[in-house]
């Protein structure tokens, strides 16, 4: 009996090698090396400009790549590009919908254009519509629709047949703090539905909430990549934060649980300190800090409000590794075009 | 989530139907975004009774007499004119995500480019059609009847299908529909207007005439008089009708190229 090795390349949706493209003197992708296993989320996480819309257009067969390579579900993508072409969807970073048509309109060209039939384009497009909840807009334009409910069209659009690779450039840029749970509950369904997504954001919260693995890119380059859990523990410990019932009680507090292991720090409320473990690497060392931390306040008789544990935010691992603040995640007012 | 997915794939439309899909988004556009027909219409509505007005007291004695000579350059003038949309259209939707998804499907390259020409066809036959309707209203009387309307008509259509290759070129190379539309015009206003349109070239200086002779544009309109008049046309015809297929061997693989290349 022959034991067969599934083959690593057969497993990947996405393996870039060395993939560089220059716009004038801007080489707005220096380099990048990608493996993305199938059947996941793979967030590439980086502020404006870092390259990942052109690394997407790459993937997609939109740009040729000056130097190095790209394969996405085992085809180069500029010499097999239609057999690539087959196999995904893109949602771009603005809109890929038609302005001017209607949501129902949107749907249908594209489904004709896949090839179904007058009538099952139609079914198909007035099941997408009931299922993304646009039935009621299903006649207004496109160019009409709100910010959430376009980028939910443009999902639609994207599943008419099930992709196996849906590429996502920034889908919730500029979107109010309720589209964006909603679309991203839209995402898990459709990768629970067999699709690999590659997600591009900048926004932290985004990555962390829906991707299993993160590229972080930065100037058109590949600086970390990993799990949530691995980026974290690369760049700092495990922490706690802790409230205190009375303020007073602080530099109390800060000298009964600091030791030579444990770094205490002054929160700029006057009322918490975070701790930290910083050469520990375990996952259940917050727990432990906690245990210990609690313990040791409530002998002494001090009062705790408040308590959170937990390992840095990616916001830290973005920080440490590029130097520069990521974008705040949009609040309601932002959201507003 | 299950319900809404459907994993097998028919086989993507064919060159024909992609490229019939597209034009029944151009049509869609034109019905959903009526505004943009405002070219269509108002070029040839104003070419036709400005022109005649303005010039038909000098140049023949009359506006009557006038508009059995300038009726057939009108229509010429006005849809090619109109062409220059198609690349400044064409430009405008590049830019979209639209057409970026569009390109990122298992569609025949072209189609999107041809579905596009194919609507815009449509808006020269209501051009040419407005011309026509305007100046049989205005007292032109077409002594090849009908059938010779229709036969310059088509003429026209067929060189104005071929010019909108270069404009389709244009508007793959240029950044923005602003910079097709001023170039276009820029390149069109010399080439029709330097023509046997208005006048009679016997009455420019020889250097003008022998351009207006050489001038497709000419031929065109030399044939489209004829058709319309009633009289032989044959070798006028044949002669817009190279001039056409030479344009559309230039500029179509050029486009073709430009857009593999974007």
Same mark, same amino acid.
Not at chain 2, 5 to 11: F, G, L, M, T, V
């Given at each position: 009996m022959i034991t067969a090795t599934p083959s690593i390349i057969g497993d990947l949706a996405v393996e870039t090698d060395g993939l560089v493209k220059t716009f004038g003197t801007t %080489?707005? +992708?220096?380099g990048v090396n990608l493996a993305i296993p199938r059947g996941s989320v793979y967030g590439v996480l980086g502020p404006n400009g870092a390259g990942k819309t052109t690394t997407i257009r790459i993937l997609a067969t939109l740009l040729r790549p000056d130097g190095g390579s790209a394969r996405v579900l085992g085809h180069? +993508? +500029? %010499?097999?590009a239609a057999a690539v072409r087959k196999l995904i969807s893109l949602t771009g970073?603005? @809109?890929? +919908?038609?302005?001017?048509?209607t949501a129902e309109e949107n749907l249908l060209l594209l489904s004709r254009l896949l090839g179904y039939s007058r009538r099952q384009a139609r079914r198909r497009a007035g099941e997408l519509l009931a299922a993304f909840d646009l039935t009621g807009v299903a006649r207004h334009q496109a160019a009409r629709l709100s910010g959430g409910m376009r980028r939910k069209l443009d999902l639609a659009a994207s599943i008419i047949v099930a992709p196996d690779l849906l590429f996502l450039d920034?889908?919730?840029?500029?979107?109010?703090p309720r589209s964006r749970s909603a679309l991203w509950d839209i995402v898990r369904g459709i990768v629970a539905d067999g699709t690999t997504v590659l997600l591009t954001t900048q926004y932290l919260d985004e990555a962390d909430k829906l991707a299993d693995r993160i590229a972080v890119i930065d100037h058109g380059r590949v600086i970390a990549a990993g799990t949530r859990g691995e980026l974290k523990n690369s760049v700092g410990s495990a922490g706690i934060r802790i409230r205190l019932l009375?303020? @007073?009680h602080r530099s109390r507090a800060r000298d009964l649980i600091a030791d030579h292991q444990i770094v205490v720090h002054d929160e700029p409320d006057p009322a918490v300190i975070s701790a930290r473990v910083p050469a520990q690497q375990r996952a259940e060392a917050a727990g432990e800090l906690a245990a210990y931390a609690l313990g040791r306040l409530t002998g002494a008789g001090i009062g705790v409000s408040d308590f959170a544990l937990g390992q840095p935010s990616l916001d830290e691992v973005f920080l440490a590794l590029t130097g520069s603040q990521a974008a705040p995640a949009p609040t309601g007012r932002q959201a507003i075009r | 989530m299950t319900a809404i997915?459907?994993?097998?794939?028919?086989?993507p439309a064919g060159p024909a139907a992609a490229s019939l899909a597209f034009a029944w988004r151009s049509l869609l556009k034109i019905k959903h975004?009526?505004?943009?027909?405002g070219d269509v219409i108002g070029i040839p509505v104003l070419f036709t009774l400005l022109f005649t007005y303005l010039f038909g007291g000098a140049l023949a004695g009359s506006t009557h007499g006038y508009l059995q000579f300038l009726l057939p350059g009108t229509l010429t003038l006005a849809v090619v004119f109109v062409t220059v949309y198609s690349g400044v259209t064409l430009n405008a939707d590049l830019a979209t995500g639209a057409f970026d998804r569009f390109r990122s499907?298992?569609?025949?390259?072209p189609a999107p480019i041809l579905g596009a020409l194919i609507g815009d066809i449509g808006r020269y036959l209501l051009a040419g059609g407005l011309v026509i309707g305007l100046g049989l209203a205005m007292g032109y009387r077409p002594a090849g009847g009908a059938a010779g309307v229709l036969a310059a008509l088509a003429l026209v259509l067929l060189f104005a299908s071929a010019l909108s290759w270069a404009w389709i070129t244009l508007g793959l190379v240029l950044r923005s529909p602003n910079a097709v539309m001023s170039i276009g015009f820029v390149i069109l206003f010399p080439v029709t207007f330097m023509s046997n349109i208005f006048v009679d070239?016997?009455?420019?200086?020889g250097w003008l005439h022998g351009v207006s002779d050489v001038n497709p544009v000419s031929h065109l309109v030399t044939a489209t008089r004829a058709l319309m008049s009633g009289t032989h046309a044959t070798p006028q015809v044949l002669w817009t009708a190279a001039a056409a297929a030479l344009l559309v061997a230039v500029f179509a693989p050029l486009a073709a190229l430009l857009y593999q290349r974007k």
């Open positions: %080489r707005a +992708v220096d180069d +993508v +500029v %010499r097999e970073q603005f @809109a890929s +919908v038609d302005a001017d048509l920034e889908p919730t840029t500029g979107l109010d009375d303020p @007073a | 997915s459907w994993h097998e794939r028919p086989a975004v009526p505004e943009q027909l499907m298992p569609v025949w390259r070239p016997a009455t420019m200086p």
